[in-house]
């Protein structure tokens, strides 16, 4: 596909309303969109990568400017190998924006020529984020309308109930 592309970084365990949101938006402004799961057993995620890629394919499935992949090592590495410039990212609240500047800030020092672009979050999911809502899930919260359908599901089943 023509045009300019953007790499969506992120763990995605898994993918959220938010996440969403910002695939969607970003859509708006680039052609295409790598959505880019980090593959990092070391965090010891919920879900395998795996079933992350399968659940995020599955959502975007019949959108063929949204290509589902995994990276492992730095992250600019892969962005160049993906022929692009251009890391997305969401911004929630203040909280995010420590870790987030300092990311930015390391990608930068490491790779001059890509670029860190952010979305700030609709305020809807503002609130929201994977880990909150894994725990309220995990506790037999109602976390429908968070994350979309398929993924409820998923969580319901890892949770047992
Ligand atoms: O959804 P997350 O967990 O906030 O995403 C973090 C992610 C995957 C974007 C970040 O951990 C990452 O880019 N990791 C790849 C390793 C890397 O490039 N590190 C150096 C720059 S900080």
Partial sequence: MK?????????????????????????????????????????EPLFTLEERISMI?????????????SFD?????????????????GLRALSDFEYEFQMALMNRKLNREVQSIFLMTDYKWFYTSSTIIKEAASLNGDI??????AV????KEKFGY
């Fill in 3 to 43: 045009g300019k592309a953007a790499v969506y970084p992120g763990t995605f365990d898994p993918i959220t309303n938010g996440h969403l949101s910002i695939v969607n938006r970003a859509l708006k402004i680039f052609d295409k969109l790598i959505i880019a799961i980090l593959n990092n057993p070391q965090k």
């Fill in 73 to 89: 090592g730095l992250l600019v590495d892969y962005v160049v190998e993906k022929k692009t410039n251009v890391v997305l990212r």
């Fill in 57 to 69: 394919e599955g959502i975007f499935k019949g959108k063929p400017n949204v290509e589902v992949d």
């Fill in 152 to 155: 409820c599901r998923k969580l």
């Fill in 144 to 149: 429908s309308g968070l994350v979309p359908a």
